[in-house]
């Protein structure tokens, strides 16, 4: 029903799914692998764009032939493959093995995406990785490819408020802080505008994180401002 007119106005179908990482036959033998391929290039053909976001956690996951089959029979559909994954401990919380995974995304045709900060959701201590160190792991990796691969962007947290991008850590005005944005936001004049939470080397998660400066509240807090969706100028920014 997507594909009718009635939806002209959905350009984009996006499918998020493990499956590449795991089980790739789901492209190749599964009883119903052909039928699946056939309704993504119909997708394609009706001139959507068919995201596929595939979650790929280590470089090893790319290694067998059956994930490059699977690989290449999605990407002949017109599908495009973008990639992401969480940071986790005791699993790939090395830069080298993002900067290796990403290159070897590249090499398959894939887009490198996102690297996200383990969700709070369940138990999680055993793969939970500091803010500062998420970032020094980003910064390290990302450095280490060409720009093809520079595509990616992180770390990058799903919080309540947004999805929020760790730009750093610094000192300002004698205190150290870490650097903030909103990639995407409930209220998209919000997004892209950095902001400024008190460094804690402890924290795994933004609900850890408090505002710098003996603020009592973060910007997007006051005024309720994440309920409006005016224009900018609706705004006034200190």
Known sequence: PLLTKEYAHIHTIRIGSKTLGYWPYRFLTDKDADEMLRLFEKVT????????????????????????????????TGAQIRTQSPLLRHINDDPQVWATMWREQVNLGLIPYYMFVARDTGSKAFFDVPLEKAWNIFRKAYSNVSGVARTVRGPSMSANSGKIQILGVTEVQ?????????????????????????????????????????????FFQKDNLLGHHDKDTDFLWE
């Not at 001139?47 to 059956?66: C, I, M, W, Y």
């Not at 150290?176 to 902001?195: A, H, T």
């Not at 804690?200 to 009592?216: N, Q, S």
């Open 174 to 218: 004698g205190e150290k802080v870490f650097v903030l944005r909103f990639i995407q936001c409930r209220n998209p004049n919000l997004v892209d505008i950095p902001f400024f939470a008190k460094y804690d080397k402890k924290a795994t998660w933004f609900d850890e994180l408090v505002p710098a400066f003996g603020e009592e509240q973060f």
């Open 45 to 76: 053909r009706a001139g959507k764009h068919l995201a596929f976001q595939a979650h790929f956690n280590h470089p090893v996951e790319l290694s067998t032939d059956a994930v490059k089959q699977a690989i290449d029979r999605i990407r002949n």
